[in-house]
């Protein structure tokens, strides 16, 4: 019969095996996306953060995480002046293990 303070270096060591065979065979994917945060309105500066959140859980669902999110203003646009006025643009970089 194995006692409880057995049972719980059993489970440990079984962990630290899982945790190391995942972490020696995992190759990575990687994908970016820009997510988009627009204000519903200019008066009060509400944003629908749905629109942001959704494409991300998405994302989640696929199996992809989130490693970087960082500010992101296209190329030859003035923050603040026409279409971009409003918008908060992030590019994220996702992660997930390649199956296999």
């Known amino acids: 019969m194995i006692t409880e303070q057995q049972g719980k270096v059993i489970i440990g060591l079984l962990e630290a095996i899982h945790i190391k065979k995942l972490t020696a065979t995992n190759k990575w994917e990687y994908r970016s996306s820009i997510n988009i945060i627009e204000e519903v309105s200019s008066f009060d500066k509400r944003v629908d953060m749905d629109k942001f959140e959704n494409p991300m859980n998405s994302y989640g669902e696929e199996g992809w ?12 646009v003035t923050k603040g002046k026409g279409w971009f006025q409003g918008v908060t643009s992030f590019l ?9």
Do not use: D, Q, Y
């Open 65 to 76: 995480e989130l490693v970087s999110m960082t500010n992101f203003v296209p190329s030859g």
């Open 92 to 100: 994220c970089v996702w992660k997930r293990p390649v199956a296999g």
